[in-house]
């Protein structure tokens, strides 16, 4: 914040003192809240954070949904509504970071009309796959709901016309990661079984050589992916992007030292909330749990 030090001097002799120059006045501290239907958003969390590291964090796992591609589009609306209802209420968050891509090219609309809170979405990186691949030859990594979507297609259409993009819609992956992050991680051969139609070879020797990773839970598993892939290919995580659209929303962070308590992760099951998990989540910076129980509705 600048302070303009010659606001009201006079060249007066009667008004010769100098004035006291005050101290810039420091922002209050801004609270994020990251919300996602798992785990796979603490992919998010830890970009935005080195980005803004001066704020104050919520992360926020609807795990007593989760996986939301079981849920018809309108329960998926009705839930996510319901569930942030909840959570802006009681945390009044200045900015939330829809961190799952299956909510937000569903909810986001419906969201932004609802709360006058900045909402910040995950969107497909079709666009900076088509600008980086060299052989035309491009692979969306996603859950079968991003696959489904029309939103997703309709990226494609705009963004990667001149590519051939094959959309891969994983049932397993986000569930593998959250088992990973519970510390039961999956036999090797279970994830190359999810990955492997993400690499296409064609006879004239053009190979994928680019992967969306459309789904925020699957950065959990980038270095096994990178080790059991047939090639090397680039795999782009739309995480720092999301981390850039929150500083142009928010501004920098303040200069000088800040005290940042650490994150608090709340669940609205728990039932996954074991002893291993909660280090995990610790290792990551949430070493505070609570449980904000909201069941899903049987209707």
Same mark, same amino acid.
């Given at each position: 914040?600048?302070?303009?030090l010659? /606001?009201?001097a $006079? *060249?007066?002799?009667? =008004? &010769? ?5 005050m ?30 590291p ?9 795990d ?7 849920? @018809? ?16 209420a009681? =945390? ?5 970071? %829809?961190?799952? *891509? ?23 990186? %079709?666009?900076? /796959? ?8 491009? @692979? ?11 939103? $997703?297609?309709?990226l494609?259409?705009?963004? /990667? /016309? ?7 819609? &994983?049932? *397993?992956?986000?569930?593998y ?18 990955i ?20 925020? =839970?699957?950065p ?18 739309p995480?720092?992007? %999301? ?8 501004? +920098?962070? +303040?200069?000088?030292?800040? =005290?940042?308590p ?17 280090? &995990? ?5 949430? &070493? ?12």
């Open positions: 914040m600048r302070i303009d010659m /606001a009201g $006079t *060249n007066s002799a009667t =008004h &010769s003192a100098a004035r006291p120059v101290p810039p006045v420091r922002q209050p501290q801004p609270v994020i809240l990251v919300f996602d239907s798992g785990l796979g958003g603490l992919t998010v969390l830890e970009q935005v954070r080195r980005a803004r001066d704020a104050a964090y919520l992360y926020a796992a609807d007593a949904a989760f996986p939301y591609g079981r849920l @018809s589009e309108a329960q998926l609306v009705d839930r996510v509504l319901a569930v942030m209802e909840r959570l802006v009681l =945390h009044r968050p200045d900015l939330v970071v %829809i961190a799952c *891509n299956t909510a937000s090219t569903l909810v986001l609309p419906a969201l932004r009309q609802r709360f006058a809170t900045p909402f910040v979405g995950v969107v497909p990186p %079709i666009k900076p /796959a088509a600008a980086l691949t060299r052989s035309g030859l491009v @692979s969306l990594l996603a859950t079968p709901g991003t696959v489904a979507r029309a939103y $997703t297609r309709d494609v259409r705009d963004y /990667a /016309a001149a590519c051939e993009v094959s959309l891969v819609g &994983s049932v *397993n992956l986000a569930r990661a959250e088992a990973e992050m519970a510390g039961m991680p999956v036999p090797d051969a279970d994830i190359l079984a999810e492997t139609p993400c690499f296409d070879e064609r006879a004239d020797g053009r190979r994928t050589d680019v992967v969306c990773l459309s789904c925020t =839970h699957y959990l598993l980038l270095a096994r992916f990178e080790r059991l892939a047939p090639w090397p290919v680039t795999w782009i995580d995480a720092p992007a %999301i981390a850039r659209r929150v500083v142009q929303l928010l501004g +920098e962070p +303040e200069a000088g030292p800040v =005290h940042v650490e994150a608090l992760a709340i669940f609205t099951g728990g039932a996954g909330l074991t002893p291993a998990l909660a280090r &995990s989540l610790a290792d990551r910076g949430l &070493s505070e749990t609570a449980v904000e129980a909201m069941p899903l509705s049987a209707e």
